[in-house]
């Protein structure tokens, strides 16, 4: 990986609810940094737009997409079909944007075996605590507890795909974790960060 400054992609993924998506609108403020919208058949929650936050569309045209070969890559998450433009991300990666994903592990190995002409970079999030995360949800998803519930049962499945990833990082303080990233964004590729100490962050969550 030589550099950073054009037409990188990016990508984070996370256990439900550990805080990617607050991530990822952060870093799209930056400069030359925008944010993939993905489609998705779940419904949007209150504070969600159409076209900013998601494209919300029928099972029936997701499906419809995928024959055409609409998209870049797409998984089934929560019993949800979740997507990414190829036309859209195209777009915006043509004219030397960084895109920045927010996808699953599913996603992310889609876009790797693609080996694609463009820079890739692979960000994993961690929460803080397993107790924290169950917050964040509850606090999302105003008490829902049959989505909150779902999304905790996936959790430890989801935690275990860290190792696929280029970094690692806890999001406990925003800010913090934010520059972390931040750092290896601009670090022109050249980072790295501790396998031992993140390996047993991870055991203590799946206990
Ligand atoms: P994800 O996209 O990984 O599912 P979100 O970005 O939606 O997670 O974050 C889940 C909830 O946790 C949101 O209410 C968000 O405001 C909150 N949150 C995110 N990061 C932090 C943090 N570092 N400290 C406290 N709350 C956070
Ligand atoms: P949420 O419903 O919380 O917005 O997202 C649920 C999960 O779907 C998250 O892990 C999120 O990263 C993932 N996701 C969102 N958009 C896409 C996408 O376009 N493709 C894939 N593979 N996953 C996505």
């Not at 805080?19 to 919208?37: E, P």
């Not at 992310?108 to 692979?122: C, E, F, G």
């Amino acid at each position: 990986m030589s550099s950073f400054k054009k037409g990188g992609i990016f990508i984070l993924s996370s256990p439900s609810g550990a805080g990617k998506t607050t991530l990822v609108k952060k870093i799209s403020k930056n400069r030359n940094f925008s944010i993939s919208i993905s489609h998705t058949t779940r419904s949007p929650r209150p504070n969600e737009k159409n076209g900013k936050d998601y494209f919300f569309i029928s099972k029936n045209n997701f499906k419809k997409l995928i024959k055409k070969g609409e998209f870049l890559e797409h998984a089934k998450v929560f019993d949800n079909y979740y997507g990414s433009s190829k036309k859209l991300v195209n777009e915006k990666i043509n004219k030397g944007k960084n895109i920045i994903f927010d996808i699953d592990w599913q996603g992310t190995r889609q876009i790797k075996n693609k080996n694609l002409k463009y820079k890739l970079l692979t960000i994993f999030i961690l929460p803080p605590s397993k107790s924290e995360l169950l917050k964040r949800l509850l606090k999302r998803e105003k008490k829902n507890m049959k989505t909150v519930k779902k999304r905790m049962k996936e959790f430890k499945k989801d935690l275990l795909k860290w190792k696929e990833y280029d970094f690692v990082v806890i999001n406990d303080k925003l800010n913090l974790c934010y520059k972390k990233i931040m750092k290896v964004i601009k670090n022109k590729g050249k980072f790295s960060f501790d396998r031992n100490f993140i390996n047993k962050h991870v055991k203590s969550l799946l206990n």
